[in-house]
């Protein structure tokens, strides 16, 4: 069984796709063991209340220093037994010594095809009204490894979605869920889970099973 802990800030829809595909049984051999969330408005901390998973406020704001906040987070993922980290909509950077903790343990879900549209200061909406503003024809979505960077770790899986004439970023942002983020995120998961994803040369490889 992999040990998950799910780091998020707001709604809380990419929590809710794999509480789901943990429930249906598409998501075998995981167990979401903790929600950690920065912000106690979030409305994922109350998606993990109504599951019986863990709800957990942690927030950089109520501690000193950040390296009083990166002990808090790595005690608690260590008293959960973390074996997987993911962050799903989750806006506070990650303290170093947390990733140096769990090195090529820790992934995000990024709403566009990485490279693009990422980086420092380029997270939810924003990112598809960049896109927009581009004008792109093509977007999607990418879970990848976190490293020291921003959006710079191991890709493990992306998939593209169309853009389209009257799109607005809200718009979007909701296809870009349906369409990609919602499935690639229990599927890398899966991937994980299943010891069919590794690192090698700085690059994610996926094993056929
Ligand atoms: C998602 O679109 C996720 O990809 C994005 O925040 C949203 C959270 O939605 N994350 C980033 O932009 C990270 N750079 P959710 O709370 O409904 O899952």
Known sequence: MLRV?????GGGTNLQAIIDA???GSLAGVKIVSVISNNRNAFA???????????????PGDFPDREQYADALISSLKETETELVVLAGFLVV???RVIEAFPNRIINIHPSLIP??????????????????????????????????????????????????????????????EEAEWKLLPE?????????????????????S
Do not use: W
Request: glycine share 10%; proline share 6%.
């Open 22 to 24: 943990v429930e249906n």
């Open 188 to 208: 890398a998961i899966g991937l994980i889970a299943a010891g069919r994803v590794e690192v090698v040369s700085g690059k994610a490889v996926i094993r056929k």
């Open 116 to 177: 693009s549209f990422c980086g420092k200061g380029c997270y939810g909406l924003k990112v598809h009204e960049m896109a927009l503003a581009r004008g792109v024809k093509v977007t999607g979505a990418t879970v990848h490894f976190v490293d020291a960077g921003t959006d710079t770790g191991p890709i493990i899986l992306q998939k593209a979605v169309e853009v389209l004439p009257d799109d607005t970023p809200e718009i979007l942002q909701r296809r870009v869920m």
């Open 5 to 9: 802990s799910v780091l998020v800030s």
């Open 94 to 96: 990650i303290p170093p």
């Open 45 to 59: 901390l109350e998606r993990a209340g109504k599951h019986q998973i863990p709800a957990i406020l942690l927030s």
